[in-house]
């Protein structure tokens, strides 16, 4: 399965969690976000940074190989929708933390597939790089990614 992450181009060839809050991981839990497309990818990114931090950096695109002998947990959407209706606003971070919190403690694969806050029918793909298996996951290659003006104002 190939799974897609726009970053700055300086991260781009290694597959390093931030250890920053994030929908699916409180502080200091490390946790690298993948989408399942490329354009959903460059979606998350627009929609969690301002139009000058998407002018100011040189970005890539990675494409990332997850084998097919990794198996990949599953949050679905019903069970989302069960903790809260409103899950995908921001406010509501703490649920989805919890979730994925507790994910990578319990250490049971190195991937999990979420559902994304953005396009419904889409998902996104989490990485726990403390997995025994995430050293399975290879980035593929990385080529220039460039954010269309039109995308975001004040660009």
Known sequence: MKVYRISQTKFSKSLVASGFAGRWNSEGEGMIYTGGSASLSCLEVLAHKSGSALSSGKFSISVIDIPDSISIDEIELKELQR????????????????????????????VLKVPSAIVDREYNYLLNPLHPKFAKIKVMDVVPFNFDTRLKLNF
């Open 83 to 110: 903790l809260s209706t409103d899950w995908f606003i921001v406010s509501h971070y703490p649920i989805t933390q919890k979730l994925g919190n507790k994910w990578i403690s319990d250490m049971n694969s190195a």
